[in-house]
T-cell receptor
Framework: NAGVTQTPKFQVLKTGQSMTLQCAQD?????MYWYRQDPGMGLRLIYY???????DKGEVPNGYNVSRLNKREFSLRLESAAPSQTSVYFC????????????FGPGTRLLVL | SQKIEQNSEALNIQEGKTATLTCNYT??????LQWYRQDPGRGPVFLLLIRENEKEKRKERLKVTFDTTLKQSLFHITASQPADSATYLC???????????FGTGTQLKVEL
């Protein structure tokens, strides 16, 4: 099992460009999450999907959109990148209610110039 | 406001000693609390979960305590080794859908 995979590993964007971060899990988990991690701020939840077909905002959703394409895949889209979105982005997944452990991907490092 | 606090300063200890990391929170009533380990350039890895009705949880050299009155969790690594050097994050359950809120983490360095 690969666990949680993320692509790309690293990306440089210019202000105003758009991109989609991809995430996939092969553990048959129901819930998936997108976080960003900034120095001194810790991990902050951007969006999550409790189950296939549902998505909800987290703590810092502005400037992002998500798609739960199927049970395996959860993508994060930046429509018009801003320097404030320079960060490390982590995708995570967990089983259904009652199985709270989250499994994280390796992260995507995004630099917006 | 809701807040989770972990020691922001790095903790340096000698090999073989017990490392104790602290996680304090305010304005939460979490059903459970988790500890994760994060190595540089990698995603967090789950270590332990402790529920609100549990005082203590152990796993090999790791021990977690949870005091809901003090709103504090302590994370202990006994007989620490250089391989234990990493950043340790605490995370609290903050609502349905398995939503977690993370602390900023404490960097632990175990020296020979």
């Amino acid at each position: 099992n690969a666990g949680v995979t993320q692509t790309p590993k690293f990306q440089v964007l210019k202000t105003g460009q758009s991109m989609t971060l991809q995430c996939a899990q092969d553990m048959n988990h129901n819930s998936m999450y997108w976080y960003r991690q900034d120095p001194g701020m810790g991990l902050r939840l951007i969006y999550y999907s409790a189950s296939e077909g549902t998505t909800d905002k987290g703590e810092v959703p502005n400037g992002y959109n998500v798609s739960r394409l199927n049970k395996r895949e959860f993508s994060l889209r930046l429509e018009s990148a801003a320097p404030s979105q320079t960060s490390v982005y982590f995708c995570a997944s967990s089983e259904a209610q009652g199985q709270e452990t989250q499994y994280f991907g390796p992260g995507t490092r995004l630099l917006v110039l | 406001s809701q807040k989770i606090e972990q020691n922001s300063e790095a903790l340096n200890i000698q090999e073989g000693k017990t490392a104790t990391l602290t996680c304090n929170y305010t304005n939460y009533s979490p059903a459970y609390l988790q500890w994760y380990r994060q190595d540089p350039g990698r995603g967090p890895v789950f270590l332990l979960l402790i529920r609100e009705n549990e005082k203590e949880k152990r796993k090999e050299r790791l021990k977690v305590t949870f005091d809901t009155t003090l709103k504090q969790s302590l994370f202990h690594i006994t007989a620490s080794q250089p391989a234990d050097s990493a950043t340790y994050l605490c995370a609290l359950d903050t609502g349905g859908g398995n939503k977690l809120t993370f602390g900023t983490g404490t960097q632990l360095k175990v020296e020979l």
